[in-house]
Structures are given as structure tokens and as C-alpha cells.
């Protein structure tokens, strides 16, 4: 019997995967599947809620894959596969969303975000996606779900809903936890700091990606946003440039911020920008390099994905057959 608590968590292949996502999930991920059953899933079925190229997605999704083994995951010890593999995930989403309030979805961050920058396509997917996330964790009875801070909203939401199914039927779904890193739950942009690093970024500049190369991300560095003084201090409030710097090296080098001001007393800004760089250069390449191989063996990565999902639906329809019987389907 497997004794080991369960992690669930998910990324969108909507765009090529970013610093802030490594930083934010992936990285802790890797951390935690040594003492976890991790399930990570790359969920394409989220991303069409904003409209994609058919052929981009196909290649993102594997590409995100191949990065997330790369990254360390070992995907023998641990769950990795495509959200539409696995149909239970649409299947409990709908009967989900019989349990989700109107309200309380009007009420989320993101879909205000995401329907404020689509307003040509607000659609009812955009608008029912929590239901769908609470779907994901709570098809395998997850305990925890390591997210980014943005992404904390989605899981309260979960719980909430899963509070009131069990409510209503018995002791249904675990009620899963939020994971947020202590440094590197939000990471901002380079270019406007008072941003989320984020894939969707208009703004090039502001965002590291995790196939960048090296040339680019110094590049990126060199030119990112500090402020009109040469300290190197941590003050999220006043030097939100510098602070989001400070964040991303300690991350990077695994350093505390007092360490990072005394290595940086007396030296400018110039320094400390190429120090960071660097230091996520080295942080990457590993994950790069191993990527690039991995992205070429596209029989290896159908071997882990089928896997994955035949392993992830095991679980799933465990789950799902005990919300069919609660609800009162009849069982085939
Ligand atoms: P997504 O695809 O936007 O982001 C993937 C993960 O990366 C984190 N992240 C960040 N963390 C720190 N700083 C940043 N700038 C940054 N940008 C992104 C996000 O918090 C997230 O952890 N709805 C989810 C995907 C999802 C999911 C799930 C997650 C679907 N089902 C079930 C967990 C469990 C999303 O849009 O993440």
C-alpha cells in the first residue's frame, strides 16, 4: 500500500514556460517528489479557455514534458501526463460545477485578469475554470498543491467547493492544502515589476524563459528595471525592482537576503544585475540542455505520457465512480 501523502498540481502549455513558473511550482515540485506520489499533470484542457494554435499547442504540451523530466522529475517515481488523456477530469468538472456558485467564480483574480485581456472571447470555459482545477486535485485526493502565490486563490476555491460536496454527501474528497514557496511564490517582471512574470507578457524584455539562452538572459538582465539608488536591500514596498532581483538570485544560489546585501555592500547595481544573471544562466542550462535531448525523443516522451495517464486515470476513476454513486447515477 502506498503510505505517501499525494501532490497534484498543473501548468498551462499556453506559452513556453517561464523563470516565474520555475521558480514558482516546478522547482518545488522537484523538492517534494522525493517524499510525495506526485501527479503533474500539463493541463492543455485549461489552455483553450483562451484561444490557441492547434499546432503550437501540440508542440508546447510536449515540449512542457519533456522540460518538466528534465527539471528533475523522475516520471518512474512519480505521475506525469496530459490533462485531456485522462477523460475523468472533464467528467468530474461537470458535476462540479453543479456545486460551484455563480458568485464565488465572479469573484476570482484571474478570470477578471484573463477577461479583461480577451474581451473578444469571455467564454464559459474562462469563466468555469476554477471547477475544472478543483477537478484536477480532487480526483486524486491530493494533500497538498505547490502553486505561485496567483494561484492560491484557485486552491481556497477547491476546498470550498469540496467542503460543500462533502457537506452535502459524507467524507467524498480530501480538503488539499496550498504549497507556496517562501521565496519565488511570485516572481515579477524585469521590465515592470509591479507585474506578474508571466508567460502572456507582452513585454518580452520582462520575462526569462526557460529555453532562453544564456546570451539572452543576460541580455534580459542587464536591462532590468532597479531604481535610482545603489543599495541592494530588500523592500518589497519601495524597491520592487531590486527586491524582485534580490528574490530571483536567492532562489537561484539558495542564499538569504542579508547574505545577498553584505556580498553587494559598496558595488553598483551593474554587478548585481550580471551577478543574477549568471546565476540563472547556471540555474537553466542543466534543465535546457537535458530538455533539447529529451524534446527530439518523441517515443520516449509517448512512453511517459501514455504511462501517465493510464496510471493518473487508475486513481481518477476511483474517485469519480464514488461521486457517480453519491449523486445518485446509476452505476453501468
Ligand atoms: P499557470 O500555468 O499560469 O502557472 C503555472 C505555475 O507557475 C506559477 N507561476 C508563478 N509563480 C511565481 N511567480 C510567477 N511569476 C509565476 N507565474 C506562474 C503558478 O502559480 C502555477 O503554480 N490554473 C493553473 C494551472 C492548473 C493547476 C491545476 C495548478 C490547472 N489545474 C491544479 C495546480 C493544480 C495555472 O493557470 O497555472
Same mark, same amino acid.
Given at each position: 500500500?502506498?503510505? %505517501? ?18 521558480? &514558482?511550482?516546478? @522547482? ?7 517524499? +510525495?506520489?506526485?501527479? *503533474? ?23 512542457? =514534458? ?62 468555469? *475554470? ?59 517582471? =524585469?521590465?515592470?515589476?509591479?507585474? @506578474? ?8 524584455? &520582462?520575462?526569462? +524563459? ?23 536591500? *530588500? ?9 524582485? =532581483? ?19 555592500? &559598496? ?15 547556471? =540555474? ?13 525523443? %518523441?517515443? +520516449? ?6 504511462? &501517465?495517464?493510464?496510471?493518473?486515470? *487508475? ?6 465512480? @464514488? ?10
Amino acid at each position: 500500500m502506498d503510505e %505517501k501523502k499525494v501532490i497534484f498540481s498543473g501548468i498551462q502549455p499556453s506559452g513556453d514556460l517561464t523563470l516565474g513558473s520555475y521558480m &514558482g511550482a516546478i @522547482k518545488n515540485w522537484v523538492e517534494l517528489s522525493e517524499d +510525495y506520489n506526485c501527479y *503533474y499533470c500539463i493541463v492543455d484542457m485549461h489552455a483553450i479557455t483562451v484561444r490557441q494554435v492547434p499546432a503550437d499547442l501540440r508542440r508546447r504540451t510536449l515540449e512542457q =514534458l519533456a522540460q518538466y523530466i528534465a527539471a528533475g522529475i523522475d516520471p518512474t517515481k512519480n505521475t506525469i501526463f496530459i490533462q485531456s488523456h485522462v477523460p475523468a477530469h472533464a467528467e468530474l468538472a461537470w458535476i462540479l460545477n453543479c456545486y460551484t456558485m455563480f458568485g464565488e467564480l465572479s469573484r476570482m483574480t484571474q478570470f477578471k485578469d484573463k477577461a479583461a485581456k480577451n474581451s473578444d472571447n469571455i467564454n464559459a470555459g474562462l469563466f468555469t *475554470y476554477p471547477a475544472l482545477m478543483a477537478a484536477d486535485i480532487l480526483l486524486y485526493q491530493a494533500d497538498l498543491v505547490p502553486v505561485g502565490d496567483d494561484q492560491r486563490q484557485h486552491v481556497e476555491i477547491t476546498r470550498d467547493i469540496a467542503n460543500r460536496f462533502n457537506g452535502i454527501y459524507g467524507d467524498v474528497f480530501k480538503l488539499p492544502e496550498v504549497y507556496n514557496p517562501k521565496v519565488g511564490a511570485r516572481i515579477m517582471s =524585469l521590465t515592470s515589476p509591479e507585474n @506578474k512574470m508571466s508567460k502572456s507578457d507582452k513585454d518580452k524584455g &520582462g520575462c526569462i +524563459y526557460i529555453m532562453q539562452s544564456p546570451d539572452d538572459i543576460m541580455r534580459c538582465f542587464k536591462r532590468a528595471v532597479t531604481d535610482s539608488d545603489t543599495w541592494v536591500h *530588500y523592500d518589497p514596498e519601495n524597491k520592487k525592482g531590486v527586491s524582485n =532581483l534580490m528574490q530571483i538570485y536567492a532562489v537561484a544560489t539558495g542564499k538569504s537576503f542579508e547574505t545577498i546585501e553584505s556580498e553587494f555592500t &559598496g558595488r553598483g547595481y551593474g554587478d548585481f544585475k550580471t551577478a543574477v544573471g549568471e546565476a540563472v544562466v547556471e =540555474l537553466l542550462r542543466p534543465v535546457r540542455e537535458k530538455a533539447s535531448k529529451l524534446i527530439a525523443d %518523441k517515443a +520516449y516522451l509517448e512512453s511517459v505520457y501514455k504511462e &501517465g495517464a493510464e496510471r493518473a486515470a *487508475y486513481a481518477a476513476n476511483k474517485t469519480l465512480r @464514488k461521486v457517480y454513486k453519491k449523486v445518485g447515477f446509476v452505476g453501468k
